[in-house]
């Protein structure tokens, strides 16, 4: 997908490695034998889903950042969808999840769970959002500027305000992981 970029925009490739127990690293550092623009952030300890975010978004340095989960629930093929929203101006364009394979009663649970952290949070969540995102280097700047000492992205996201686009996708199951 990026390859379709490369005349247009400059990438690096950021991998957290929150110390994981497969062979995800490996697999990265072959990446990185062939491709000059893969880099690796291996984390001392598993400090969590969010916190390994967080550190991905502390080593970027482009312009604009891409987060993706490597485990396939998130299409790379809607970034020309993420780009072109981006190219109109939006510092934010995420995905917003319409489905997602899991029992009805884990989507009710997380539905109800968002949705009550939504009312008693200092700051906007927005529902159905995935990590799955670009964001603007100013976007990235005011989240790791933040300084919070508990990163939860799609907070932080409604937090620092922002102009904002989803895209509606369905997420797929995770391969492994």
């Given at each position: 997908v990026?390859?379709?970029?490369?005349?247009?925009?400059?990438?690096?490739?950021?991998?957290t490695n929150?110390?994981?127990e497969?062979?995800?690293?490996?697999?990265?550092?072959?990446?990185?034998?062939?491709?000059?623009?893969?880099?690796?952030l291996?984390?001392?300890?598993?400090?969590?889903?969010?916190?390994?975010?967080?550190?991905?978004?502390?080593?970027?340095?482009?312009?604009g950042?891409i987060?993706?989960?490597?485990d396939?629930?998130?299409p790379?093929?809607m970034?020309?969808q993420f780009f072109?929203?981006?190219e109109?101006?939006?510092?934010?364009?995420?995905?917003?999840?319409v489905?997602?394979?899991?029992?009805?009663i884990?989507?009710k649970?997380?539905?109800?769970f968002?949705?009550?952290l939504?009312?008693?949070?200092d700051?906007?969540i927005?529902?159905?959002m995935?990590?799955?995102?670009?964001?603007?280097?100013?976007?990235?700047?005011?989240i790791?500027?933040?300084?919070n000492t508990?990163?939860?992205f799609?907070a932080?996201?409604?937090?620092?305000?922002f102009?904002r686009?989803?895209?509606t996708?369905?997420?797929?199951?995770?391969?492994?992981?």
């Amino acid at each position: 997908v990026l390859e379709a970029y490369d005349d247009k925009y400059e990438f690096e490739i950021i991998f957290t490695n929150n110390r994981s127990e497969d062979d995800s690293l490996n697999v990265i550092l072959r990446l990185r034998e062939n491709d000059p623009r893969v880099h690796v952030l291996t984390l001392s300890r598993n400090f969590g889903y969010q916190s390994s975010v967080q550190a991905g978004l502390s080593c970027a340095t482009g312009d604009g950042v891409i987060v993706i989960d490597v485990d396939c629930e998130d299409p790379p093929e809607m970034l020309p969808q993420f780009f072109e929203k981006w190219e109109e101006g939006y510092d934010i364009v995420y995905g917003e999840r319409v489905d997602r394979h899991e029992p009805w009663i884990i989507k009710k649970a997380r539905n109800m769970f968002y949705r009550w952290l939504r009312r008693i949070g200092d700051s906007d969540i927005i529902l159905y959002m995935a990590e799955f995102a670009l964001i603007t280097k100013d976007v990235r700047d005011a989240i790791i500027n933040n300084k919070n000492t508990f990163p939860f992205f799609r907070a932080e996201i409604g937090y620092v305000g922002f102009s904002r686009y989803g895209i509606t996708y369905r997420r797929e199951p995770r391969i492994k992981g």
